[in-house]
């Protein structure tokens, strides 16, 4: 199974600034994700995070406000960029492995960021 | 992905058994039922999928209902590491390797 690690664990920011949120992979994957957990929510994903292209966003995020690099297939970045109070969630690097039956999803321990 | 219905809380005793439900009444034939649970201040982490059969692992059981409209994550034995989120979600294999769409979860806790 993958194991993740990600950079910051936690940071406190003040709003207008920005903060780059790194995720590493023991393994090479092909599929990388990015979510948010605003507090006492669920997960909602915030966009895959694809090698050698652009980011494929979900509906109601931008690349301008949460830019993604992927420059290999073991790393990416989670910009969040003009923060607000708003912005305060954990956000949580995820990777996909496996066969073609079952495809599992790994998770890192999140980063847990607070916008004041 | 179909949507899923789950209590938003349910409450257990130390060493008994939890019956977790999940409604999945728009599962299409190519839904795979997945769980997953979040453990406090941790990522969500895989428990069990199944498709038309109930399946059984180290960590749990999945029953799923004939109609397969229905599914229920079954815990043998709950302890107070147990204490979590679970998450029933459909994933369909006809789609790719589309990401987790996660729902509300049932927050579990489990009473010493």
């Known amino acids: 199974s993958a194991v993740i690690s990600q950079k910051p664990s936690r940071d406190i920011c003040q709003r207008g600034t920005s903060l780059t949120i790194q995720c590493q992979v023991d393994?090479?994957?092909?599929?990388m994700f990015w979510y948010r957990q605003q507090p006492g929510q669920s997960l909602t994903l915030i966009a895959t995070a694809n090698q050698g292209s652009e980011a494929t966003y979900e509906s109601g995020f931008v690349i301008d406000k949460f830019p993604i690099s992927r420059p290999n297939l073991t790393f990416s970045t989670l910009t969040v960029s003009n923060m607000s109070p708003e912005d305060s969630s954990i956000y949580l690097c995820?990777?996909?492995?496996?066969?073609?039956?079952?495809?599992?999803?790994?998770f890192g321990p999140g980063t847990r960021l607070t916008v004041l | 992905d179909a949507k899923t219905t789950q209590p938003n809380s349910m409450e257990s005793n130390e060493e008994e058994p939890v019956h977790l439900p999940c409604n999945h009444s728009?599962?299409?034939?190519?839904?795979?039922i997945h769980w997953y649970r979040q453990l406090p201040s941790q990522g969500p982490e895989y428990v069990i999928h199944g498709l038309t059969s109930n399946v059984n692992n180290r960590m749990a059981s999945l029953a799923i209902a004939e109609d397969r409209k229905s599914s229920t994550l079954i815990l043998h034995r709950a302890t107070l590491r147990d204490a979590a989120v679970y998450y029933c979600i459909l994933r369909d294999v006809a789609s790719g390797n589309t990401p987790l769409v996660f729902g509300k979860g049932t927050r579990l806790s489990v009473i010493a």
């Open positions: 393994s090479q994957v092909t599929m």
């Open positions: 995820s990777v996909e492995e496996g066969t073609s039956d079952h495809n599992e999803q790994f």
């Open positions: 728009t599962i299409s034939g190519t839904d795979y």
